[in-house]
């Protein structure tokens, strides 16, 4: 099986591609490819919150640093591991490399980009969810309190 994992910069991307490893057979995966997605529209850089890459990257260096980031997370324990840089809207270009790669699981971040913590929770991982061509693993940011379902 093929996994791409969905990075934007943030922790709580690199936590969700932590959290893959955790649990998953390394074994059952073939392969995994890590996707950072510029987007030309944005108005601040590509956040780059887990490189070691100055402030005064530009976006192309700056997702190129995250991905390579979180890839090193995943060399060594088995599947091969590719890394991937595109420009686009970030929820399109996720699904589009899903499709493009036949994967079985994409694996992405909640709600991990600042503003759009509170302003738009989770919506590229809200639209991945209902648009990719596989299942997908939608992480959390650790420590946020969960509704408990009463039945």
Do not use: K
Request: hydrophobic content about 45%; aromatic content about 4%; overall charge neutral.
């Amino acid at each position: 099986m093929h996994v791409v994992v969905a990075t934007d910069g943030s922790a709580q991307s690199l936590a969700a591609a932590e959290h893959l490893r955790s649990f998953a057979d390394p074994d059952r995966i073939t392969d995994v490819t890590v996707v950072g997605v510029i987007s030309p529209y944005a108005t601040l850089a590509f956040a780059d919150e887990i490189s070691e890459l100055g402030t005064d990257a530009s976006f192309r260096e700056a997702g190129q640093a995250a991905v390579r980031t979180v890839a090193a997370g995943f060399e060594g324990w088995g599947p091969a591991v590719h890394e991937q840089v595109r420009s686009g809207s970030p929820a399109n270009e996720i699904v589009r490399a899903a499709t493009d790669l036949d994967a079985g699981l994409v694996v992405v971040a909640s709600g991990s980009r600042g503003l759009s913590e509170t302003v738009l929770l989770g919506s590229t991982a809200q639209r991945v969810q209902h648009s990719a061509p596989c299942p997908v693993l939608v992480v959390r940011p650790a420590g946020r309190r969960r509704r408990r379902l009463r039945g």
